[in-house]
């Protein structure tokens, strides 16, 4: 029986702190970010998503508000302009159970978010071999852009991904 209820999102203060600190730990499982001040990167996104089977969490995304620093690292490796008035948000931090995954639970995950940004601009990376995320991000609107680029955070390249404004 499939019991997964639709995803949980909302602005990271409207949650409580353990729920904060499993959303952590999800990003930390997957390995594709730094975990510097990460929790502190969650806290000021603009909203974040949970979806859950039962009582257990299979799945965390965020729609994050990049840093400048982080946007123009990500904009040079990828060669393109990503500047704040085109792209206020970034689709990151997805990550599903590896029990989880060939259900599509990427789209439930990162609908939510992408209606949360109001038609405002996104941009999102992902691992070049990850074709089920190119799969979500194509089915929200995304266009691949750019040039691959090497990851710092494990053996794959990156690839960029934008949405544009409405």
Do not use: Y
């Not at 499993?22 to 974040?48: C, M, Q, S, Y």
């Not at 085109?86 to 939510?112: D, I, K, M, N, Q």
Request: proline share 5%.
């Amino acid at each position: 029986m499939n019991c997964i209820a639709p995803a949980v999102a909302g602005k990271p203060a409207s949650f409580e702190a353990v729920a904060i600190e499993d959303f952590v730990a999800f990003v930390l499982a997957g390995g594709e970010v730094t975990p510097h001040h990460l929790k502190d990167r969650v806290l000021r996104a603009e909203n974040i998503s949970f979806l859950r089977e039962g009582s257990c969490l299979l799945g965390v995304a965020g729609l994050k508000i990049p840093s400048e620093h982080h946007r123009r690292e990500v904009a040079a490796a990828a060669e393109v302009s990503l500047g704040v008035k085109e792209f206020a948000f970034e689709l990151g931090w997805v990550f599903v159970l590896p029990s989880a995954r060939g259900r599509r639970l990427s789209f439930p995950l990162c609908a939510p978010l992408v209606e949360a940004a109001k038609g405002k601009g996104i941009f999102a990376t992902s691992r070049v071999t990850n074709a089920g995320m190119h799969k979500t991000l194509a089915r929200l609107g995304f266009s691949r852009a750019g040039k691959e680029w090497p990851s710092q955070q494990n053996e794959d390249n990156l690839a960029l991904f934008v949405r544009n404004a409405a």
